[in-house]
């Protein structure tokens, strides 16, 4: 899992991820939790979500920086952690729980000018799901509204 920064590689990857998942339901997805000093856990957004569909091999996503994007079959990481002690957690962002059960209906790149592209957007039977770049880190948001506000390339 490598991080692409050019807007043409992002488009490749995004269409190889997810062009065989249109029509699958999301079945779950997993964020990661790194253990704090105190001895409790916190969510880690530096790090990606994993969303798992229907049958097929996991997808993780994980933004950095201003735009750069890292996208990839099953359970990955961008960059290592550093022997910190990690706990993968199911279905912990109660926005995005709507979604599941849901079929994956089209897949966008998208961003808010034509030269800055951080924000994948997917389109499902009940909504569409942000996956964005929130300041060197994942940042999630899920609408029933149409992204209008947004450019975007459909690449899947």
């Known amino acids: 899992m490598e991080f692409t920064p050019l807007k043409e590689e992002k488009i490749r990857d995004i269409s190889r991820a997810f062009k065989d998942l249109i029509g699958t339901k999301l079945t779950h997805f997993h964020t ?45 990481l961008p960059f290592g952690i550093g022997g910190q002690t990690t706990r993968w957690v199911e279905n912990d962002l109660s926005e995005l729980k709507p979604l599941i059960r849901n079929k994956l209906l089209r897949v966008f790149l998208a961003g808010e000018s034509p030269t800055l592209w951080n924000r994948l957007i997917l389109e499902f039977s009940s909504g569409y799901l942000h996956i964005f770049n929130a300041g060197d880190e994942n940042g999630y948001s899920v609408s029933t509204d149409s992204p209008d506000s947004y450019q975007r390339i459909q690449c899947a």
């Open 32 to 76: 990661l939790d790194l253990l704090i000093e105190d001895g409790s856990y916190e969510r880690c957004d530096d790090l990606p979500i994993i969303l798992f569909f229907e049958e097929v091999d996991p997808v993780s996503i994980s933004w950095s920086k201003t735009e750069d994007l890292a996208i990839a079959f099953g359970i990955s």
